[in-house]
């Protein structure tokens, strides 16, 4: 089997989330991803949580399937070198702000006239912005919870959102190029990412149409019925209803329809229509909650599973790693490899599937000398000359 | 300006979030997106938050720039002219459970052989899933806030992950139709969006090779500085520092660096390193503390914008959208449209700039007699006789 992306080579000049994980979603549909970082990694090299060896875990988790090129990018000859890998590739994905120097778009098309940039920035003007703050401008953080303390997301959803994005946006621009010849430099801000998706969702027509702004709501779900709900046995589900369907298969799998229906007598509301089943939560969650407080997680489960309920059990990492067959070599989507640096880990391939089995990520800069004599056509005696000049380093990862 | 995607076409059958914001993102790009309903809309044609006049300010919102055609899909005629627009445009993007029926991806492929559909599922084990659920599956809401209570997420990210794995998908596998003529089906499963993702930062790992569960971290960074502190004139601000050079920048720009130097020693710990400065956090944050409590928002907006620190403010959605300029059309993402049914609103464009102006999402089946005349060649003659049929909607929208 190959991936979709076959063929498709990108070089990627990048640290931390948004852009490594972009560069590592098209390897994992098939391109050729070369990472180039300076001699002993990039600023991300050494981020948090590490293996018991020092080896990044989170660096290792955002750069499988990749090749990795180091060089001394602090030397004219070091940026040459990179500078023909990009042009030989003709796709640069970046997150560095070199926007002004060797790395500019202008520079870069000199030698590639054709040349694919696709540039992660902070703000579309100019700041610099990471998720963190990016995502305290955006709404979300005071609207978590149940106070307006506002609550970050552990989850860098910006990032992870933004990655795809520049996947997108380069998958695009490679077509573009197929078709018509015409390369380009495509920016994307991760502020922008996030305003974007604020508006995509309607909370800025909401405010601007209806002067609202939406409140914390702890952990119902707005406008439809959804809340956690405790069990026996010290657990935490979810549960939630949008559709009408969804809706009946609470009331039948629990044996609660008949008493659910008289909610919308007793609260003038229509329990057909989700508006009206909002309204009626509190009142809902009331006829519920016993019903959860007296059943096991694993009652739970026989009761609902297959039932047609929208339901799930929280769990916190270990549980989800230790007891959930989903995230497990059961999925297909995983697979346990051996990861250099730090042993079997379980690994996921692209969840678009059929995919490619999951690849580790490379040592840093392991795979220096093969793309040089295979995409520049570097002789040996010019590569160990590089090395001597300590343009290439002599050991590393 | 045409955009990327200028001369693709692709067939949406979908509701809610995930699929419909792949569709949209395509159109941004300049992809002919053409939305499939029933007759009267789909279940998310309601979906809160409404408009005065009842229109969805979700369904507008996450529809922009589409063409919208309704059928009676519950009428083998209105399944026939549905197949025989996908089969025509031979990309089909879908999140309904229609995979047994008239949408299988065999029935179709009988039609057009080397057609790509794109199919969102909840679990790759054929469960379902939404968002709120598999949320609570991945071990981010139980690590988020202060202690183990688990908090919900505000903002639908595996939705719109999901959304963009689609995108990206789709790209992929028609760059490879493309190039050797094969189509094919593409499955995602929105849990394997969350399983993968969580593995892909590392959490898997550190649970497999460290036994190490995240805990819950307030609104601390992980593994380095970051933290949010209240300002003089109640409002909150979010402060971090991953690389040495933005932890300097804090330093030099409150005047605080020499008596943050001296915090390593206090604290036995090397503020050179993320890590050192992670576990010396508390005492950072209390010298820091006071800086931010007596300067209100504007003054410390003064004295941190271009200095190199990362900050940020929290904003609600209404600040978002009455103060931040770049939530505004001052912000080259954003411009001032009429929206059918709702009027003046701030409409983004796809944030990989450049990009093509926003558009409004159509009136539901508004387009349906033009892209039964342009797609299937079908007469006006014809298209009254479905209309006379009930195939086709009289009015809508």
Redesign the interface.
């Given at each position: 089997m190959t991936?979709?992306?076959?063929?498709?080579r990108v070089i990627e000049v990048s640290a931390?989330?948004a852009a490594p994980?972009g560069g590592?979603?098209l390897a994992q549909?098939?391109a050729e991803v070369i990472r180039i970082d300076p001699i002993g990694g990039n600023?991300d090299i050494?981020?948090?949580?590490l293996?018991?060896s020092g080896t990044?875990?989170?660096w290792?988790?955002?750069n499988?399937g990749k090749r990795s090129v180091t060089l001394a990018l602090n030397t004219p000859e070091g940026r040459e070198i990179a500078t023909s890998l990009i042009a030989e590739a003709g796709i640069l994905l970046t997150n560095l702000p070199a926007a002004e120097g060797w790395m500019s778009y202008a520079t870069l098309t000199a030698r590639r006239p054709d040349l694919i940039m696709m540039r992660l920035t902070g703000?579309?003007?100019g700041?610099?912005?990471?998720d963190?703050?990016?995502?305290?401008?955006?709404?979300?953080?005071?609207?978590?919870?149940e106070d307006?303390?506002?609550?970050?997301?552990?989850?860098?959803?910006w990032d992870?959102?933004a990655g795809?994005?520049l996947?997108?946006?380069l998958?695009?621009?490679?077509?573009?190029r197929?078709?018509t010849g015409q390369g380009g430099e495509?920016?994307?801000?991760l502020?922008?990412?996030a305003?974007?998706?604020?508006?995509?969702?309607?909370?800025?027509?909401?405010?601007?149409?209806?002067g609202?702004?939406?409140p914390p709501?702890?952990?119902w779900?707005?406008?439809?019925f959804?809340r956690?709900f405790a069990t026996k046995d010290g657990r935490?589900?979810?549960l939630?209803a949008?559709?009408n369907r969804q809706w009946r298969a609470i009331g039948k799998a629990t044996g609660l329809a008949e008493k659910l229906a008289l909610i919308g007598q007793v609260m003038d509301v229509d329990l057909d229509d989700?508006?009206g089943r909002?309204a009626a939560r509190e009142a809902i969650a009331a006829v519920l909650a016993p019903w959860f407080a007296t059943r096991t997680l694993a009652e739970i489960r026989a009761a609902l599973?297959g039932s047609?309920v929208?339901?799930?059990?929280?769990?916190?990492?270990?549980?989800?790693?230790?007891e959930?067959p989903?995230?497990s070599a059961a999925?297909?989507?995983?697979q346990q490899i051996e990861?250099p640096g730090?042993?079997?880990?379980?690994?996921?391939?692209?969840?678009?599937?059929?995919a490619l089995p999951p690849r580790p990520a490379p040592r840093l800069g392991g795979d220096t000398d093969a793309v040089l004599a295979q995409v520049l056509g570097l002789s040996p005696a010019r590569i160990a000359a590089y090395r001597e000049a300590g343009i290439l380093a002599h050991h590393e990862g």
């Open positions: 991936g979709p992306l076959e063929g498709l931390f989330v994980m590592m979603t549909l098939g600023i050494g981020r948090w949580p293996a018991p990044s875990l989170y290792t988790a955002l499988k703000t579309h003007d700041g610099n912005a990471i963190y703050t990016v995502n305290a401008a955006v709404g979300f953080p005071v609207a978590t919870g307006e303390r506002p609550i970050n997301h552990v989850l860098p959803a992870v959102a795809l994005y996947c997108t946006g998958l695009a621009a490679e077509r573009r197929t078709r495509v920016t994307l801000a502020s922008d990412v305003y974007a998706t604020a508006a995509n969702l309607g909370y800025v027509a909401d405010v601007q149409v209806n609202a702004v939406r709501l702890g952990n779900l707005y406008g439809a959804g956690d935490r589900v979810m939630a949008i559709s989700e508006g909002y599973d047609g929208l339901w799930g059990p929280y769990q916190d990492f270990g549980q989800m790693v230790r959930d989903r995230c999925n297909p989507l995983f990861q730090v042993g079997q880990v379980l690994a996921p391939s692209s969840p678009l599937q059929p």
